[in-house]
C-alpha cells in the first residue's frame, strides 16, 4: 500500500521563463496566474514545453526547476527500493528510531494489503507479539528491548516521509518504475500523472 498526500508544486513560472532564455523568446510567454492563483500555461508555453521535453535531457533542463512536495506513507520494503533516487531529492521521515514505542502497534500500522488469509493470521500475532515487546519496554524503558522491537520490526511496516524532488526525477520515476511488479510504484506513478501538465511534460519525455 503507498498513500500520496499533501502536494504542493512550485516554480512552474519561473522554470517556463527560463525554459525561453536560449532563444530570448519571452515576448511570446502566454501563460498566467488564474484566479485560484494557480500558474496556467498558455498554448505557446505549453507547446515550446512539450517540443523540449521531447528532444531530450539536455533541452529540458527547466523540468529540473518544477519542485514538487508531497508526503507519501509506503512501508519500509518500497522505501528501500525509492531510495535509488537520490540526486535532486529530498526526504524529512517519521522516526521509527525515537518513536516507535510512543503509541500501540496495530496492524493498521503495516501493508498487508497482498497477504493470503492465512498469513494475515500469522501476522497479526506477530505483530500482537510486537506490542508486547513494546510494552515492556515502556514499563522499564530497558534497552535490550527497545533493540528487539527495532531488530523485529518487519519490512511491512509503514512510514511517512515528506519528499521534496522535481518534474525530471518524477520522469524518471515514471518510466523506470511504471511496469514494476510492486502495486506501490503503479500507485506512485498514477499520482505522478495527476500532478499539473504532468501528462502532456512528463508523457513527452517518453517519445
Excluded at 512550485?10 to 498566467?32: H, K, Q, T, V
Excluded at 518544477?66 to 529530498?90: C, H, N, Q, R
Excluded at 497477504?115 to 514499563?139: D, H, I, N, P, W
Excluded at 505522478?192 to 511534460?201: K, N, T, V, W
Aim: net charge negative; charged share 25%; with cysteine.
Amino acid at each position: 500500500m503507498l498513500r500520496v498526500e499533501r502536494v504542493s508544486v512550485m516554480n512552474l513560472e519561473n522554470a517556463i521563463r527560463g525554459a525561453r532564455n536560449p532563444m530570448n523568446s519571452w515576448d511570446r510567454m502566454d501563460s498566467a496566474y488564474n484566479q485560484q492563483g494557480e500558474y496556467v500555461l498558455g498554448e505557446n508555453d505549453l507547446s515550446l514545453a512539450v517540443r523540449l521535453c521531447s528532444a531530450g535531457t539536455d533541452h529540458r533542463k527547466f523540468l529540473r526547476q518544477i519542485f514538487v512536495s508531497m508526503d507519501i506513507t509506503a512501508p519500509l520494503y518500497w522505501w528501500k527500493e525509492f531510495d535509488t533516487y537520490k540526486v535532486g531529492t529530498v526526504a524529512s521521515s517519521t522516526s521509527t528510531m525515537h518513536k516507535i514505542h510512543a503509541r500501540p502497534i496495530e496492524i493498521s500500522d503495516f501493508s498487508t494489503d497482498h497477504m493470503t488469509a492465512a498469513s494475515l493470521e500469522g501476522f497479526k500475532r506477530y505483530v500482537g507479539y510486537l506490542e508486547q515487546v513494546r510494552l515492556r519496554y515502556m514499563e522499564g524503558r530497558d534497552k535490550e528491548h527497545w533493540y528487539d522491537l527495532i531488530q523485529l520490526l518487519p519490512a511491512s511496516y509503514q512510514q511517512m516521509r515528506t519528499v521534496t524532488l522535481n518534474y525530471e526525477v518524477l520522469a524518471n520515476c515514471y518510466y523506470a518504475r511504471k511496469n514494476h511488479k510492486l502495486e506501490e510504484w503503479h500507485t506512485l506513478c498514477d499520482a505522478i500523472l495527476e500532478l499539473p501538465y504532468a501528462g502532456e511534460l512528463i508523457g513527452a519525455c517518453g517519445q
